[in-house]
């Protein structure tokens, strides 16, 4: 079955740190992209960043690019946010997904996780 499992997430003030990981399992990793996508309350969902399987790196918005930070391991079938310097307007449902291709569009990605909460304390 496949699997796209987020954790990693949870409560810290602003300034702090943490660092997500996507655990991918049922398909072949080392075939796809996956990207990290983040949905606050009321708010579209939102492209974050994507990591080809090659390792390169995209950084979509502009308020994340120098404080977030993708990897992967494809021996261990796993993507990794790291996500310095955070501020409250962070706070979302992050998310992983995997496509053939990096793109910021929701809609064009083939698996989904459940997401992992991230909350930014003023």
């Known amino acids: 079955e496949v699997q796209l499992q987020a954790c990693g997430g949870g409560l810290v003030q602003a300034g702090g740190s943490l660092r997500l990981s996507c655990a991918a399992s049922g398909f072949t990793f080392d075939d796809y992209y996956i990207g990290w996508f983040r949905q606050a309350p009321g708010k579209e969902r939102e492209g974050v960043s994507c990591?080809?399987?090659?390792?390169?790196?995209?950084y979509y918005p502009d308020s994340v690019k120098g404080r977030f930070t993708i990897s992967r391991d494809n021996a261990k079938n796993t993507v990794y946010l790291q996500m310095n310097s955070l501020k409250p307007e962070d706070t979302a449902v992050y998310y992983c997904?995997?496509?053939?291709?990096?793109?910021?569009?929701?809609?064009?990605?083939?698996?989904w996780g459940q997401g992992t909460q991230v909350t930014v304390s003023s």
């Open positions: 997904a995997a496509d053939r291709v990096c793109t910021n569009w929701y809609l064009e990605y083939d698996y």
């Open positions: 990591i080809s399987s090659s390792g390169s790196t995209y």
